[in-house]
């Protein structure tokens, strides 16, 4: 291979062509975030939810070194059973491509791909973020200082509630990340609904969330990501006495066996998942589905008809 560009799956091609909504979706939640098999039909779950609601979804990940917008579904059952998949933050994306490696693709990754394809809407579950004693370890995930240079929306259920909440909102608006709730002036926990923090601004349809979008670009001041926070519906949640228990006791585990690292986020889900019996589980599958329909909405409401934007090849 001497050409590393990154590459399209025929339906993205077909959707820029003809200026159809395309919605960008992380490929780190079928390798890393998922059990095998639910993460396969889960993926195929995203997509629909992203079709259902009148956009085109584009699955990103690496295969055989190559960056793909757009995987075909046997690369995403390629992905969801392999052992040997990376775990791909921005920097990893050109070491990973001389290696020829299969790669999923992290919040932070997949944004900046996304962006360089000019897709502007962004599904995933929830962020990266400040990690828990970080004053000490200064864990931080790149997630954070991604979206500080990369202008897409991210729909999500906020920050992971095992990582440092306030602190990583702190960082979000030292970075000049933008953040806002969808319909809520509080910020979600991820499994739980309210996260135990309030924010200064909320949106409340995907028209509004398509004139921020319009409105960053049509300014030229501002670059970074918008944070579009929204939460599950209270009775959809975890119950949150049995979130604060199993976190306790998750936390308690980290220390005992000294977890750091990239380690931290898939053992305490794994934790949370054995813990609670399956039900951070099946929490886990809403969020993604209803951020997926959300940010399907936002991309048809921002779209214009248009072709593809520049930066974005489309074969003639």
Known sequence: MTDFAIRYGEHVTRARRDGRPVVALESTIISHGLPHPDNIRVAREIEQAVRDNGAVPATIGMIDGEVIVGLEDAQVERLASAEAVAKLSVRDLAIAAARRSDGATTVA???????????????????????????????????????????????????????D??????????????????????????????????????????????????????????????VLANPLPADEQLEPALHDRTLATGLNLLAEQNITGKAVTPFLLGHFHSSTEGRSLAVNIRIILRNAALAAQIAVAATDGSTAPVGFAVPA
């Open 109 to 163: 990754a997949t944004s900046a791909i996304a962006a360089a394809a000019g897709i502007g809407v962004f599904a995933t579950g929830g962020l990266g973020g400040v990690h828990r004693e970080a004053n000490v370890t200064y864990d931080e995930s790149a997630d954070l200082t991604a979206l500080a240079r990369t202008p897409i929306v991210v729909v999500c259920a906020g920050v992971k509630s095992i990582l």
């Open 165 to 226: 909440v306030g602190a990583t909102l702190e960082r979000l608006e030292t970075l000049g990340v933008s953040v806002a709730g969808y319909r809520t002036s509080r910020f979600p926990g991820f499994f739980i609904t309210d996260g135990g923090f309030d924010l200064d601004w909320q949106l409340d349809s995907p028209e509004q969330v398509a004139d921020f979008i319009k409105a960053r670009a049509d300014q030229g001041v501002a670059e970074a990501a918008l």
